[in-house]
Nanobody
Framework: QVQIVESGGGLVQPGGSLRLSCAAS????????VAWFRQAPGKEREGVSC????????YYADSVKGRFTISRDNAKNTVYLQMNSLKPEDTAVYYC??????????????????WGRGTQVTVSS
């Protein structure tokens, strides 16, 4: 049974940092691309970042470039999202997705077969 579990969310002040983790069981992440999405209240789910399995390249939404970094640890079957200089507009539920190959459509929800249940990130003073 495939399980994708996100962790590391929480409440942080503007300018602070968090590191999210995406751990998989019953599934080997190093064969697929892995993406982070987020969904704020009343808004559509949007792509945040993706790491491509074929060449290790990474993609970021314009809104997080220079502040967020995606990485993977194949030995731990885990992908991380380091989030720095957080802003109130980063507040959302963050989801990990995998099972796709990524590429030019990395930010499409249809690209991925497996999703976690999300972790809440709240940026507020």
């Amino acid at each position: 049974q495939v399980q994708i579990v996100e962790s590391g969310g929480g409440l942080v002040q503007p300018g602070g940092s968090l590191r999210l983790s995406c751990a998989a069981s019953g599934f080997t992440l190093d064969y697929y691309s892995v993406a982070w999405f987020r969904q704020a209240p009343g808004k559509e789910r949007e792509g945040v970042s993706c790491i491509i399995i074929t060449d290790g390249s990474t993609y970021y939404a314009d809104s997080v470039k220079g502040r967020f970094t995606i990485s993977r640890d194949n030995a731990k079957n885990t992908v991380y999202l380091q989030m720095n200089s957080l802003k109130p507009e980063d507040t959302a539920v963050y989801y990990c997705a995998t099972g796709g190959l990524g590429g030019s459509t990395w930010d499409s929800l249809d690209e991925y077969d497996y999703w976690g249940r999300g972790t809440q990130v709240t940026v507020s003073s």
